[in-house]
């Protein structure tokens, strides 16, 4: 099997393209920068600009599935400019991928990167796939417009896979990176006492749920989380005790917390980044059969 991945260089699109060919699949790789990229036998780059809507149409030849993990990081102060590169940085990516769409009678699944996003920040009421309640904040306006350009993807006979991603539990890079930077600095620092829930899934069942989703055909919209969310206490609990102990612990009341955010004009970044707070489960992967590997932090032993 041939796939086709945009954003195959980035943070998840490294472990993903890894997996694919160590276990004999052939992976093609959109990148904007194609120097220095050592190709293979197995791993071949094609250049792409989605911000101009430019795409090498030999990438496609042969595909299967194609993959799309592509948008700028949303850990970025939300300037006016940022915020539009967002939200454009999704949709371009989108639009480019259905030139190549059309140009593959081959081409049998798309997969594309989502998030949990989407979601009200609520600690009391467990959201899944069916959830109706969806949010009206920043991002999850952003989610809503990135979804539905998926679904106006030009073909109806292929299979479309939306992934609502949630934090990606990975030492190299993301959420838990930052954390055991912090540790590193011996100190622990929460906000209200770590109180807010996180929906998280390991770098290792992320990679595994692609290729679940892929090997069954599966469609629709897929959680892509652990089925048990964790208090940030518990996450920085473990980083903890697999690190370093704390000199210093604190926490700082969230409406103190926001100050600094309130004066840059940017409270709602604080509010739905750093107050990230619900429980969001993976209903559709564990109906189909999805077996974690982590489905609790206790089974994570290492960072």
């Not at 915020?83 to 699944?109: A, Q, V």
Request: charge should be positive.
């Amino acid at each position: 099997m041939k796939i086709l991945v945009a954003g195959g260089t980035g943070f998840i699109g490294k472990k993903l393209c890894k997996f694919f060919v160590d276990n004999g699949f052939y992976v093609n790789i959109l990148t904007r920068n194609l120097y220095s990229k050592k190709k293979s036998q197995k791993l071949k780059y094609f250049h792409w600009n989605p911000a101009k809507f430019q795409v090498d149409y030999e990438s496609v030849k042969g595909v299967s599935v194609i993959i799309n993990l592509t948008g700028k990081n949303v850990f970025s102060l939300w300037s006016k400019k940022n915020r539009k590169e967002i939200l454009n940085s999704r949709i371009n990516s989108i639009k480019t991928l259905d030139k190549l769409i059309k140009n593959n009678d081959k081409l049998e699944h798309i997969i594309s990167a989502s998030a949990i996003g989407i979601y009200e920040n609520n600690d009391l009421q467990i959201q899944d796939e069916s959830s109706v309640n969806n949010s009206e904040s920043f991002l999850g306006n952003v989610v809503k417009k990135w979804e539905d350009e998926i679904d106006n993807l030009s073909s109806s006979k292929i299979i479309i896979s939306k992934l609502r991603i949630g934090i990606v539990l990975s030492k190299e890079s993301g959420f838990l990176e930052k954390l055991i930077l912090i540790n590193n600095l011996r100190v622990n620092p929460t906000i209200d006492n770590g109180s807010q829930w996180q929906s998280w899934i390991h770098m290792e069942d992320l990679v595994s749920a692609i290729n679940f989703i892929i090997k069954n055909k599966l469609d629709g919209i897929f959680n892509l989380v652990s089925p048990n969310p964790s208090l940030n206490s518990q996450l920085q609990s473990k980083v903890i005790s697999l690190n370093k102990k704390p000199l210093i612990s604190f926490s700082t009341p969230s409406y103190l917390a926001i100050i600094p955010f309130k004066i840059l004009g940017i409270s709602d970044f604080f509010n739905e980044i750093i107050l990230n707070n619900k429980k969001v489960y993976p209903k559709k992967l564990l109906e189909n059969g999805f077996v974690f590997k982590f489905d609790n932090l206790k089974k994570i032993m290492t960072l």
